[in-house]
């Protein structure tokens, strides 16, 4: 039982450059979501899903697209990268019947 | 909308000696409450939760936390640290809504001294 695995680690990208993270989770939870987390601000959430097929904005999702094809991952899209995006990501995965969400190890982001 | 404050960004504690982190909440009903650890490099783990009930609640690594609706908080305590507990804390509240999402905290970042 893995739980919450990321792809990649760790990525550099040039500004304007594409890229997916993907978040994989065997647990079989419903919820899944992404945040980042900067320094001296916590974390905060981009995208969530409640379901395979269905997405919603968190708080802030500019910049970002996301995907939920299977139950089991959650893709992060970013269509064009820019500096501001330099972070750490993390993705969770939660129940629907508990409050708890189980975090992945991260994928460190630096964008040139 | 709900928030979470965490006053003390960076604590200092010797090693054996009582920690407390404290953690103020905004929220109109019964929070959810949560405090996260997350060591250098690693992901997020939970190391209790508060939905209802005793206002004491235990967690793993000999943590507790307790909630105080008058003050709105819900500080974290261990009554002797170790230096496996260096890392940072972060408080967490849930929106209550069906997506359960969490608001965090900024964080805080214990370190022990030997």
């Known amino acids: 039982n893995a739980g919450v695995t990321q792809t990649p680690k760790f990525r550099v990208l040039k500004t304007g450059q594409s890229m997916t993270l993907l978040c994989a989770q065997d647990m079989n939870h419903e919820y899944m979501y992404w945040y980042r987390q900067d320094p001296g601000m916590g974390l905060r959430l981009i995208h969530y899903?409640?379901?395979?097929?269905?997405?919603a904005k968190g708080e802030v999702p500019d910049g970002y697209n996301v995907s939920r094809l299977k139950k089991q991952n959650f893709l992060l899209g970013l269509e064009s990268a820019a500096p501001s995006q330099t972070s750490v990501y993390f993705c969770?995965?939660?129940?629907?019947?508990?409050?708890?969400?189980?975090f992945g190890p991260g994928t460190r982001l630096l964008v040139l | 909308a709900q928030s979470v404050t965490q006053p003390d960004i960076h604590i200092t504690v010797s090693e054996g000696a009582s920690l407390e982190l404290r953690c103020n909440y905004s929220?109109?009903?019964?929070?959810?409450l949560f405090w996260y650890v997350q060591s250098p490099g690693q992901g997020l783990q939970l190391l209790l939760k508060?939905?209802?009930?005793?206002?004491l609640v235990q967690g793993i690594k000999g943590f507790e936390a307790e909630f105080k609706r008058s003050q709105s908080s819900f500080n974290l305590r261990k009554p002797s640290v170790h230096w496996s507990d260096a890392a940072e804390y972060f408080c967490a509240v849930g929106d209550g809504g069906g997506a359960q999402k969490l608001v965090f905290g900024q964080g805080t970042r214990l370190t022990i001294n030997p």
């Open positions: 508060y939905f209802s009930g005793d206002t």
């Open positions: 929220y109109g009903a019964t929070p959810y």
């Open positions: 969770a995965s939660g129940r629907r019947d508990q409050e708890t969400q189980y």
């Open positions: 899903s409640v379901g395979e097929g269905t997405t």
